[in-house]
Each structure stands twice: as C-alpha cells, then as structure tokens.
C-alpha cells in the first residue's frame, strides 16, 4: 500500500466503511510501546537542468558503495554517510585541479532510506585521467576515516574507461549540479526543544536520478513543527 512512500494505501481507502470521527496514530515498531507523536514529512523533489556539448577525454566511472543506510526517520540522528553527498563533495573538491564534465550521477533507493550507494560517470583530460582516479580514491579513504569506523563496509572506486568524444554535461552545468547537491542541507536541522533526545527537523537526499536533460534529487523532509517543514523546503528551492 506504499505506507512509506505516499500513502496511496490511505489515499484509496473506501472512507465510506469508517464510522469514526477522529484517527489515534499509534505509528510505532516496538511491541509493548505506543508512540503518541510523529514529525510530519512531504518529499521534495528538486530539479536541475543541464545541457550537454561534446567534449574529448577518458571516461572515468566512479562508485561509492555499502555505506550502512537506514530510515531516514528512525536513522537520521545516528549521523550515517549519505553517499550523495560524499560523491559530491569529492568530485567539487576535485575540480579545483580538474576539469570535470559530468555524464550522469545516481543512487539510492527511495527518498526516505540514507543513500548507501552513489555512482556517478565523469569526463576528464585523458593524460590526467589516472592521476584523477587515484586522487578520487585517496580522498575517499579520507572521508572513510572521519566516520571513525561508523561505515565499516564503504567501498570507494574509480575505473578508467576509453577515450574518445562525448555527448556529456557542459562545465556550467556539471558545476550547478555537483555544487547543489554538495551545499544542499542534509540530516538533522533540529533538535526537538521539549522532548529531550527526539529530533524535531531532518531531511535527507535519498534519491539522484540523472534524466535526459535535468538531473533530479529527492528529499524526505520531516519535521513535528509545520512552519520549520515549509522553511526547509523553501531553502532547498
């Protein structure tokens, strides 16, 4: 019934069967407990449009793979690696020294679940191109460290591929997108103010999907106030 995703479940239910005036939200997943509040979510899908022109180089693909994951609800405050996020902090790190031409960049599996995995296809000069896998690698065994043994199983690649002429994102383009989804807030924005340890404000970049002419990120935006739910998503628009 999508209970996670859109409550389409909800949305078709013959309300006609229903003699009862108000709704008890018992929304919970240990035996024993009642949860008696939740924050409210909306998804919130961000896109951004590219242009493509051909360029000439080698292609390099990149994979950030098996980082722990987990709900975006229930996993949020244990501060996992969001493998969007860490690719694109690489690669606008790396394109001070490079220059990047995007193809395509996606992963995750819903707006609601931690990004565990991310893979992304990137153009570079050809006599530059292994000096850039190795730089790619190296700085992801970085980020690896500062979990402190948080994301045991994080795997970091970077394969050479052919040179030759692509069709792939222009620089301005390859920059808008790399740069939204570094800078774009992630995690918890808020803790709750009156019930010690919950958290009160979160959103999380679930899914980046590379479509032809716009890549487009999915949010899971959740908060318990309805004002702070609305100003996260205008920060992201």
Not at 59 to 76: A, C, E, M, Q, W
Not at 107 to 116: E, L, S, T
Not at 191 to 199: H, K, L
């Amino acid at each position: 019934v999508d209970e996670e995703i859109g409550m389409d479940g909800v949305h078709n239910l013959d309300t006609s069967l229903l003699k009862g005036r108000k709704m008890l939200n018992l929304d919970g997943e240990d035996e024993g407990r009642l949860t008696v509040g939740c924050a409210g979510a909306k998804i919130c899908d961000i896109v951004i449009p590219f242009r493509r022109s051909e360029c000439s180089g080698t292609s390099v693909t990149l994979k950030i793979r098996d980082y722990r994951g987990g709900h975006s609800g229930n996993d949020i405050q244990n501060q996992r690696g969001n493998a969007h996020k860490d690719m694109a902090r690489i690669l606008y790190a790396l394109g001070k020294d490079y220059d990047i031409r995007l193809m395509h960049i996606e992963g995750g599996m819903g707006a609601n679940v931690i990004a565990k995995d991310c893979t992304a296809e990137v153009i570079i000069e050809s006599g530059k191109a292994a000096a850039f896998a190795q730089a790619f690698e190296e700085m992801g065994r970085t980020v690896g460290e500062e979990y402190f043994g948080n994301e045991p199983d994080m795997k970091i690649m970077a394969e050479t591929g052919a040179a030759g002429t692509y069709d792939a994102m222009d620089a301005e383009s390859t920059r808008n997108v790399i740069g939204f989804i570094y800078a774009s807030p992630n995690g918890v924005q808020t803790m709750d103010r009156s019930v010690e340890g919950a958290v009160e404000t979160s959103l999380n970049p679930g899914v980046v999907k590379t479509l032809d002419s716009e890549v487009r990120v999915s949010f899971q935006c959740r908060s318990s106030v309805d004002s702070k739910l609305i100003e996260m998503m205008n920060r992201l628009q």
